[in-house]
């Protein structure tokens, strides 16, 4: 069985400060760990993933996650938040590439 | 750059009506997902779809789901009987063999 953790349903940043978003994850397999964002009104759009590579992983918009295995997470960073950010943001886990197990996303509000 | 269709975008039907959701998915892929957001929680999976047969389903997709790939492009997301507990916003995913799945735009349910 497979879940994962999204710790804080609201996250408040200005503009130009580190975007921090927490994702904690179990599964009774290795995982594959993936970052969506969902701007309103739209789909759901991949930012990164882990597969079992490199543990940083770069993802687009300047994102990226790193993989600790120690700690169970897969936290998503960003060092300088835009305006164009604000959108909500979900960790999913899956066993392989197919059934994604979603968290219960973080919605990222930016002031100006 | 290829992706996933959905229409309707948004669908108003009464109650215990049957309705159709439909979806083109990315040409060259071979697994076909729906999963569903009801408003204000995550998204969730219901069924995956590979080989013209369900792969593996949630115990939210029932006997009044049904799915079908009718032909080579379209795969089809079937409510026999709508429930008001049936709104949600709707979404298609496809991915190719060991790849992550690329979403569609979702379709907005709403049963009156």
């Not at chain 1, 921090?20 to 969506?36: A, D, G, K």
């Not at chain 2, 949600?88 to 009156?112: D, I, K, N, P």
Request: aromatic share 12%; proline share 4%.
């Amino acid at each position: 069985a497979q879940s994962v953790t999204q710790l804080g349903s609201h996250v408040s940043v200005s503009e130009g400060a580190l975007v921090l978003l927490r994702c904690n994850y179990s599964s009774s397999v290795p995982p594959y760990l993936f970052w969506y964002v969902q701007y309103p009104n739209q789909g759901l759009q991949l930012l990164l993933k882990y597969t079992s590579a490199a543990t940083l992983v770069k993802g687009i918009n300047g994102f990226e996650a790193e993989f600790k295995k120690s700690e169970t997470s897969f936290h998503l960073t960003k060092p300088s938040a835009h305006m164009s950010d604000a959108a909500e943001y979900f960790c999913a886990v899956s066993g392989s590439f197919q059934k994604l197990v979603f968290g219960t996303g973080t919605r990222l509000l930016v002031s100006p | 750059e290829p992706e996933v269709t959905q229409t309707p975008s948004h669908q108003v039907t009464q109650m215990g009506q049957e309705v159709i959701l439909r979806c083109v998915p990315i040409s060259n892929h071979l697994y076909f997902y729906w999963y569903r957001q009801i408003l204000g929680q995550k998204v969730e999976f219901l069924v995956s779809f590979y080989n013209n047969e369900i792969s593996e389903k949630s115990e939210i997709f029932d006997d009044q789901f049904s799915v079908e790939r009718p032909d080579g492009s379209n795969f089809t997301l079937k409510i026999r009987s709508t429930k008001l507990e049936d709104s949600a916003m709707y979404f298609c995913a496809s991915s190719a063999v060991s790849t992550e799945a690329f979403f569609g735009q979702g379709t907005r349910l709403t049963v009156v």
